[in-house]
């Protein structure tokens, strides 16, 4: 036989039945990679005494310590390849103790003498790796350039002041470390949003209304001024009305002020039927570019962003024209050069240039044509250096890092020579 029910109001007892608990008790564990860095400044002083050695012939930095490993840094005058005729100078940061599967990072520097800040910089921190950081098998395993400077452009160069270089090396260590199992809290995600939302769809402590066309919203006055300069101005600012209860809003459709509310109060992009219903007025891309011009309007940078990315997914060959003369009128930057490459491929191009749209651009925004331009010569050159590179003879580890180029995919050795093969 069950015990009875404690007694109670029957609002407190409906109350304790809908009770559900915020937070459970559980556990968690996580493994955390990082890296470990440290830097290293090398100089070679009488530059020109060390020419002429030989190549594979090197001068050797101090040993320098980064997580637990020692690291030094070679620099072959003549070149470590006996075929490049000494046209390069090479260097290379070798693991120089112990050890076994040591994955690293490594930045590399040329240090312009003349404090212009004209650094040669090549690294591998703060991007994404293809194949993640490089694996050294062993001690005495390398890494580096072959053909990091051509020789005669160093020596013209900067770079080489009163017979002297100077070279700055960052490594990175990557430690892994587990955290085990505790006892935790855990903590649903925030509901804040969908509760404001709430808030807004029923009305209540409204004291603002929205004239908008044919249709009226109500919304709160402090809610709509934390979150935009334009709003806080109308209601609080020096020139505001506190006391204001009605506005007139012009040049926006119903829908779409339906649209930068829900934002307001969610922070969030709202899906084209959460604002239209069934009935679908425009497609969702149009909604998006109208809520882009909105939020320029209300000062809401959060909602143009977002609208950008949404953007950007949709861009095709009929679209990107409108989509482009909307950047350019709303400040938006990366979408503006994100249309301008896009257009800007020749595959895209020819089609483009038919539309009925980027034939209004052509009218309205004639200067649009200029940055085209320049951002295919840009496009054109980048896609030659490219046919040049891979109709070249020379290694893939031999870009020139002189010419302005990011150096060639580094090559990780050891000093015998013998080439090791990266890990992925």
Not at 60 to 77: E, K, L, N, R
Not at 211 to 229: W, Y
Not at 345 to 364: D, Y
Request: proline residues 4%; charged residues 25%.
């Amino acid at each position: 036989m069950s015990s009875p029910k404690p007694s109670g109001t029957p609002e407190l007892d409906d109350a304790m039945d809908d009770f559900k608990p915020f937070s459970a008790l559980g556990s968690c564990s996580r493994s955390i990679s990082e890296t470990v860095n440290r830097s290293h400044q090398f100089t070679i002083k009488g530059y020109s005494l060390a020419k002429g050695m030989g190549a594979g012939k090197y001068i050797m930095s101090d040993t320098f310590s980064v997580g637990g490993y020692d690291w030094a840094i070679y620099f072959y005058p003549d070149g470590k390849n006996p075929e490049d005729n000494s046209l390069y100078v090479s260097v290379f940061i070798a693991l120089a103790s112990e050890g076994t599967d040591v994955r690293a990072l490594f930045k590399l520097t040329l240090v312009d003498q003349t404090e212009k800040g004209n650094d040669k910089v090549h690294s591998h921190f703060d991007r994404p790796l293809e194949g993640g950081p490089y694996t050294l098998k062993y001690r005495g395993s390398m890494w580096g350039y072959k053909r990091f400077f051509r020789r005669t452009q160093l020596e013209a160069s900067e770079y080489l002041k009163n017979d002297c270089l100077v070279m700055h090396c960052t490594v990175g260590v990557v430690k892994t470390r587990f955290e085990g199992s505790k006892q935790s809290v855990i903590v649903p995600w925030s509901d804040m949003g969908q509760d404001l939302k709430e808030l807004l769809e029923s009305e209540v402590g409204c004291d603002i209304v929205f004239k908008v066309g044919n249709e009226s919203f109500k919304a709160h006055k402090l809610i709509l001024a934390a979150r935009s300069p334009v709003f806080r101005a109308q209601f609080f600012g020096l020139v505001g009305d506190p006391s204001l209860d009605e506005l007139v809003v012009e040049d926006i459709e119903p829908f779409i002020f339906k649209a930068l509310l829900l934002f307001v109060y969610t922070d969030k992009l709202p899906d084209v039927y959460e604002v239209m219903g069934l009935t679908l007025m425009c497609t969702h891309t149009v909604m998006v570019q109208h809520l882009l011009a909105a939020g320029d309007l209300y000062n809401l940078d959060r909602l143009k962003l977002l609208c950008e990315s949404k953007l950007c997914e949709e861009i095709n060959t009929d679209n990107v024209a409108t989509i482009l003369a909307l950047a350019e009128q709303h400040h938006c930057p990366q979408l503006k050069a994100i249309c301008l490459r896009f257009i800007a491929n020749p595959a895209n191009l020819g089609e483009v240039m038919q539309s009925e749209a980027f034939k209004q651009l052509r009218e309205t925004c004639p200067w649009m044509l200029l940055e085209l331009l320049e951002t295919f010569a840009m496009v054109d050159e980048n896609s030659n250096q490219a046919l040049s590179r891979k109709r070249s003879g020379s290694s893939v580890y031999g870009q020139d890092f002189a010419d302005g180029a990011a150096p060639a995919p580094a090559e990780s050795t050891n000093p015998m020579g013998r080439r090791l093969r990266r890990r992925t």
